[in-house]
């Protein structure tokens, strides 16, 4: 049910933009894993202290005293969330709303493909990037922890933080593919695509900061990412599930969507 031509020719049109992302990350985790110290401990948790709201806002409240509790917090309550958020978004609009809004969709449905098996295959294209992305920065981490602390990181949650991370990636760029298939134009495709996820980091922020803002929990995808109760055992598992079954569900929304609108051509 995919078309191959257009998945190799989205990969050679496209790799460089995953490249890009790979590269940032990969600057910016070698980095954080490098900064797990006793001495470093002290001096964020000082600044915690000094700045609490920033700090919580951001996922970053703690160090915590083992090397996979401070990867949780200072690795992915910010950088894994949002760098994997900025390529679903610039794919998803790229790989559909785009081709409708200039025109270049009536090529694609020119050849013997059909609307549903063009689609689909820009769906599973952007779900291959975002598993490419998650599997390397996860293998990426257990090298550089292993090289620089052995025995410091605890691989299986570590790695069960990374399928939670990739389930809710998953989550996030369903709606964004979701967005794409309902546009005629790019405009709506990112007021959709990118607002709704901006919408919930910026709700989740505020849930960080505790209080009464805590509430605002139910009203963001981001509550179902818990990488810190992951670190230390305590996590539910069927979260992980829902963001994944929730970011099936607006593929497949998508693609049926999209295969049965009118479209400006």
Same mark, same amino acid.
């Given at each position: 049910?995919?078309?191959?031509?257009?998945?190799?020719?989205?990969?050679?049109?496209?790799?460089?933009?995953?490249?890009?992302?790979?590269?940032?990350?990969?600057?910016?985790?070698?980095?954080?894993?490098?900064?797990?110290? %006793?001495?470093?401990?002290?001096?964020?948790?000082?600044?915690?202290?000094?700045?609490?709201?920033?700090? !919580?806002?951001?996922?970053?409240?703690?160090?915590?005293?083992?090397?996979?509790?401070?990867?949780?917090?200072?690795?992915?309550?910010?950088?894994?969330?949002?760098? %994997?958020?900025?390529?679903?978004?610039?794919?998803?609009?790229?790989?559909?709303?785009?081709?409708?809004?200039?025109?270049?969709?009536?090529?694609?449905?020119?050849?013997?493909?059909?609307?549903?098996?063009?689609?689909?295959?820009?769906?599973?294209?952007?779900?291959?990037?975002?598993?490419?992305?998650?599997?390397?920065?996860?293998?990426?981490?257990?090298?550089?922890?292993?090289?620089?602390? %052995?025995?410091?990181?605890?691989?299986?949650?570590?790695?069960?933080?990374?399928?939670?991370?990739? !389930?809710?990636?998953?989550?996030?760029?369903?709606?964004?593919?979701?967005?794409?298939?309902?546009?005629?134009?790019?405009?709506?495709?990112?007021?959709?695509?990118?607002?709704?996820?901006?919408?919930?980091?910026?709700?989740?922020?505020?849930?960080?900061?505790?209080?009464?803002? /805590?509430?605002?929990?139910?009203?963001?995808?981001?509550?179902?990412?818990? %990488?810190?109760?992951?670190?230390?055992?305590?996590?539910?598992? /069927?979260?992980?599930?829902?963001?994944?079954?929730?970011?099936?569900?607006?593929?497949?929304?998508?693609?049926?969507?999209?295969?049965?609108?009118?479209?400006?051509?």
């Amino acid at each position: 049910m995919i078309s191959n031509t257009l998945l190799k020719k989205e990969f050679k049109s496209n790799y460089k933009i995953l490249l890009i992302f790979i590269a940032v990350l990969t600057m910016y985790e070698v980095i954080i894993v490098s900064m797990f110290n %006793p001495e470093l401990g002290e001096t964020l948790d000082a600044f915690a202290k000094a700045m609490p709201e920033i700090m !919580s806002a951001f996922g970053m409240a703690n160090t915590g005293s083992t090397l996979t509790e401070f990867l949780s917090n200072y690795l992915y309550g910010f950088l894994l969330l949002v760098f %994997p958020m900025i390529l679903e978004i610039i794919l998803a609009n790229k790989l559909v709303a785009k081709y409708v809004d200039t025109g270049s969709m009536a090529y694609l449905l020119s050849t013997p493909n059909s609307r549903k098996k063009i689609v689909i295959t820009q769906g599973l294209f952007v779900i291959i990037n975002i598993v490419i992305l998650i599997l390397y920065v996860t293998i990426l981490g257990i090298i550089c922890s292993e090289v620089m602390f %052995p025995g410091d990181l605890d691989i299986e949650r570590f790695i069960l933080i990374n399928m939670s991370v990739l !389930s809710i990636h998953i989550a996030i760029s369903g709606i964004c593919f979701f967005a794409s298939c309902i546009s005629n134009d790019m405009k709506l495709a990112y007021s959709i695509g990118a607002g709704v996820p901006i919408a919930f980091y910026i709700i989740q922020m505020l849930v960080n900061m505790g209080g009464k803002l /805590e509430k605002l929990k139910y009203f963001t995808l981001f509550t179902l990412f818990e %990488p810190n109760n992951i670190a230390t055992g305590n996590y539910h598992i /069927e979260f992980l599930i829902a963001a994944f079954i929730i970011g099936i569900v607006f593929y497949i929304l998508g693609i049926l969507l999209f295969s049965k609108r009118d479209l400006p051509l």
